[in-house]
């Protein structure tokens, strides 16, 4: 009986493409091999072959309170045991939908569907549907998932590529996307208002929407330039263009009312996923009112069997309660073991000097670039003056000390609601083992 990841990744070759379910999770990025995953518990995952990482991945954002909380188990188990899905009308969907309008102040209706993607796809059908205009504006390293109007200048790139940051060059990121899918999507850098304005004065009013994550979050972590969220808004409304804020990672994550209520925006749109499934494949499109039914019958379409599962409505409905109970106490955790870590790693990339390294992080999401710079503020100088191969052998490395971080520079590293400061701790000292002998 084969039972070593090395075994079990050279079976997976044979059969899943690039031996895993994304580039993220395979041998691309996990050299020599991913360590195949047993079984998780609080904030720690232990692989087949019995070695425990301290996970600061957490599913890609999706598991704030951790692996197995005991209200997730048990709402799933009680759950199911009477029906796991309907596709009819449920009490459930009712709750949560009301405790998400409760929670963030920019949604005052909801549509429940799966995953990011279709959020996101859903809410630019419903911004063209209601403006009645075309457009849409999306920045450069802003990921908003994989569909064809918006795979568009995501990934990072050589910086001679991009073209003049007043037009840049929209670098499609897939082969497969028809030229018309993405002739109305417009590419702007992001964290520079002058950029964003030029274009808008142009073409405004053909824009349906300008959407964007609030912090980047799918080049590392690169928080917003002071007012600048509240800059896009404003421009939004001068030209009746609405403000979409992608908030898959942000969502239940920087503040109960997302990185919206953090920054003290009002978007017209937001979008969620990841953390509001709470490991399952739940997603949501919210926002004012008027513009929400937009999506009722008739108007802009979007259907789904497994929309507003039972299931993953009882389950993301006692997540959020778990987030929120004492004064959203859950959500002070997430943010305070982040910010604790992330000063933690401060303190010892200032404390050597064999690398120029820094860390930067917004509460929960935080990522480490080896760069010369003392700060990364925009797509662009990551992709000129980050050393993302370097990460990729740090985090490699860093996982033979058992600590779980993705690879992939662009992506981040993630607090829950279980790290403690013992974890914590010993992170630190396997990064600062790490970084003695990293070349
Ligand atoms: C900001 C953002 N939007 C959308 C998506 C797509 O979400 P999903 O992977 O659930 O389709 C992601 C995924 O990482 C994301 O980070």
């Known amino acids: 009986m084969i039972n070593t990841s090395k075994e079990w990744t050279k079976r997976a070759s044979n059969v899943l493409v690039d031996g895993g379910s994304s580039a993220a999770r395979s041998s691309l990025v996990f050299h020599p091999y991913p360590p195949y995953i047993d079984h998780g518990l609080g904030s720690k995952i232990f692989d087949i072959e019995g070695r425990g990482y301290i996970d600061w991945m957490m599913a890609f954002g999706a598991l704030p309170l951790g692996h197995a909380h005991p209200s997730i188990v ?3 188990r009680n759950t199911i045991e009477t029906g796991s899905h309907f596709a009819a009308a449920t009490t459930v969907e009712v709750e949560l939908a009301e405790l998400i309008c409760k929670l963030v102040p920019a949604a005052e209706k909801v ?5 990011g993607t279709e959020a996101v796809m859903a809410a630019v059908r419903l911004a063209r549907g209601y403006t009645g205009r075309k457009k849409i504006i999306k920045f450069e390293g802003h990921y908003h998932g994989w569909s064809d109007a918006v795979l568009v200048s995501s990934n990072p790139q050589k910086l001679s590529s991009l073209g003049h940051p007043h037009s840049p060059v929209g670098i499609l990121d897939s082969s497969g996307i028809p030229a018309g899918a993405v002739e109305n999507t417009i590419v702007v850098p992001w964290n520079d208002i002058d950029l964003l304005e030029r274009v808008m004065r142009d073409k405004g009013r053909d824009v349906a929407c300008v959407m964007m994550e609030g912090v980047m979050s799918n080049i590392g972590v690169i928080p917003p330039k002071d007012g600048y969220l509240q800059e896009v808004e404003k421009l939004c409304k001068k030209y009746d263009s609405l403000f979409y804020l992608d908030e898959t990672v942000t969502g239940f994550r920087l503040s109960p009312g997302g990185c919206a209520e953090l920054f003290d925006i009002k978007p017209d749109i937001v979008s969620f996923g990841k953390a509001l499934g709470q490991g399952f494949p739940l997603a949501a499109i919210c926002g004012k009112a008027d ?8 108007k802009v379409m979007h259907y789904g069997t497994l929309n507003a599962c039972r299931t993953l409505c009882a389950v993301s409905l006692a997540g ?6 004492e004064n959203n106490a859950g959500f002070k955790k997430l943010k305070q073991q982040g910010n604790y870590i992330s000063e933690e790693l401060k303190k010892i990339f200032m404390s050597q000097n064999k690398h120029s390294v820094i860390c930067q992080n917004v509460g929960s999401i935080f990522q480490i670039y080896f760069t010369e710079k003392n700060k990364i503020e925009n797509f662009r100088e990551y992709c000129d003056c980050v050393d993302s191969a370097k990460y990729t052998r740090f985090a490699n490395d860093l996982r033979k000390q058992g600590v779980y971080v993705n690879p992939s ?4 590293s993630i607090s829950s609601t279980v790290h403690s400061n013992t974890d914590i701790d010993e ?4 990064v600062e083992k790490v970084l003695s002998q990293l070349n």
């Not at 520079?409 to 981040?412: A, E, T, V």
């Not at 992170?427 to 396997?430: K, P, V």
């Open 320 to 325: 959020l309660n778990e987030l929120s109970k």
């Open 74 to 76: 048990d709402t799933v």
């Open 409 to 412: 520079n662009s992506l981040h």
């Open 427 to 430: 992170t630190i000292m396997a």
């Open 291 to 298: 513009v929400m039914d937009g999506l009722s019958w008739g």
């Open 111 to 115: 549509r429940f569907c799966n995953t």
